[in-house]
């Protein structure tokens, strides 16, 4: 299980970590905690499970990489990495499934202008590679949002932007 215990905002709390190791075990599956100095090591595996946060541009994603190469199975493999990463791409995918989503629209400095007269305020900005909450910003008021436009399109050429859904639900 590759882990980085200092991880800021981990996918899995200690509570969830425990819980995996025992329904490994369980299941007659013995468990090893790796880091990311453990790469070469990764032949010695039958299975990977990623516990970190996982991006592109990252070391999980070429732990991801070898471990399939090497034939383990892999969660998550890179192909989810890639694909769970890009908002565009999970964004435009729920358009084609018809998957319920707050109404979307995916913004570039050639559309930005259209961005209120479709979502209205407030809405919600997200860089497409960001995570937990990382790179995402509610924005009420025009000028908060060009604000917030104009800086995400300078890391990005896209950006996704979603109408608010108020609730009471702490996601």
Partial sequence: I???PAESAPPS?????KRFTKAFEAAGLATEWIGRDDYA???????????????????????AQRAENEGLVVID?????????????????ADQQDI???????????????????L???CVLKQPDSSFSAGVHKVATTE???????????????VIAQAFVPTEFDW
């Fill in 144 to 158: 908060e949002l060009n604000a917030a436009v104009d800086t995400m399109l300078e890391k990005s050429d896209l």
């Fill in 77 to 93: 493999d890179p192909t989810s990495i890639v694909r769970c990463s890009n908002k565009v791409f999970l964004a435009e995918m």
């Fill in 100 to 118: 319920l989503v707050p109404n979307t629209m995916i913004v570039h400095r050639g559309n930005v202008d259209d961005l209120v007269a479709r």
């Fill in 120 to 122: 209205g305020l407030p």
């Fill in 13 to 17: 709390d200690e509570k969830a970590l």
């Fill in 41 to 63: 090591r990764i032949a010695e595996f039958d299975a990977l499970f990623i516990r970190e946060t996982t991006f592109v541009n990252h070391h999980t994603y070429r732990f």
């Fill in 2 to 4: 590759l882990q980085d």
